[in-house]
């Protein structure tokens, strides 16, 4: 009666875990996509639809900057970056080019500070920013693109409103729906 209880427990035990590891390998691409958000679309696309080429790119960098932990800023950096981002946003009016140059700089440097990669390399700190804040890195892209090219003054705009949502995300310290000073840039001035 007990050999037949343990074997018994045994064979479900097996079954629930031949049950995870296969709902796991059928959803992995679920969770991609619920991690990465729009950045997954990207990436798949970039791969010309090759899903399976774009989960390995997500998932190699998971595993390359997945541990990075967001340092705190103290509230004198804070205010030094909100300070930064108002100015950027003042300037789109006269040079709209020099606003997006100010704030990709602007987001380099915090992204920098909160300990996101360093250096020269956008694509690796772009990167590194997918992984924990997914739903805004394409902001920071379109900045980066956008400022200089060709580019219209509205596509700028557009831009530097999408860029903030991840400085405000930087700034709050995580990935979040959290409000921080006003996004709005003042529409129909400077448009080109």
């Known amino acids: 009666m007990t050999t037949a209880i343990i074997i018994i427990a045994v064979v479900a035990v097996a079954a629930i875990a031949a049950f ?26 970039r791969h010309g639809g090759d899903t399976e080429a774009a989960e390995r790119e997500l998932g190699d ?18 205010a030094r970056y909100a300070a930064r981002w108002a100015g950027a946003q003042e300037l789109f009016v006269e040079s709209p080019e020099r606003s997006l140059t ?23 700190r772009t990167d590194a920013l997918s992984v924990h804040h997914a739903a805004h890195v394409d902001g920071y892209r379109r900045v980066h693109t956008a400022r200089n090219g060709d580019a219209s003054t509205e596509d700028r705009r ?5 860029a903030r ?5 930087l700034l709050a310290g995580g990935p979040s729906g959290r409000e921080h000073g006003n996004r709005n840039l003042v529409k129909g001035r400077g448009t080109s």
Do not use: C, M, Q, W
Request: charged share 40%; glycine share 10%; proline share 4%.
């Open 20 to 45: 995870l590891l296969l709902r796991g390998r059928l959803t992995g691409g679920r969770g991609l996509r619920s991690r990465f958000g729009p950045e997954y679309d990207r990436v798949v696309a």
């Open 61 to 78: 960098r998971v595993k390359r900057h997945g541990a990075i932990e967001e340092r705190p800023l103290t509230e004198e950096a804070r």
């Open 102 to 124: 100010e704030a990709d700089a602007l987001l380099a440097d915090l992204s920098r500070e909160r300990g996101f990669p360093d250096g020269e390399n956008f694509e690796d």
């Open 158 to 162: 557009e831009a530097l409103i999408e």
């Open 165 to 169: 949502k991840l400085f405000d995300d």
